[in-house]
């Protein structure tokens, strides 16, 4: 790669880029984000999926829309969603642990 740019411009070709990305893929427009937010001080039981079906029936055919983990993510930033706790897959384990051996597993 380094060598093309040196044919290509010479010495000058060589010295240091910046590595920042020309484009940002996961950005939004502030016209979008307006709206999500909107949508969810109108319906604030509704989740992504609900917002992002609203959007697509509301939206012109052929208009940009969000996905639903995009949505999501602005709901997140916007301090309108919490993260959910993760939990355990097999419950409680510490309860478990602190109530002893079953009956019978001895």
Known sequence: MWNKRFKEKGVAGLVDRSRRPITFGLAVDAAM???I??????HPRWGAK????LLLRDSA????RPSISTINR???HSGLVKKRGGG???GDR?????RG???GSQ
């Open 33 to 35: 984000v307006t709206k």
């Open 94 to 98: 510490t309860a478990r642990a602190a």
């Open 74 to 76: 602005v709901l997140y």
């Open 50 to 53: 609900k917002l992002w079906a």
């Open 37 to 42: 937010v909107a949508l969810k001080h109108k």
């Open 88 to 90: 355990t897959a097999g």
């Open 61 to 64: 055919d052929g208009a940009a």
């Open 101 to 103: 051996p079953r009956r």
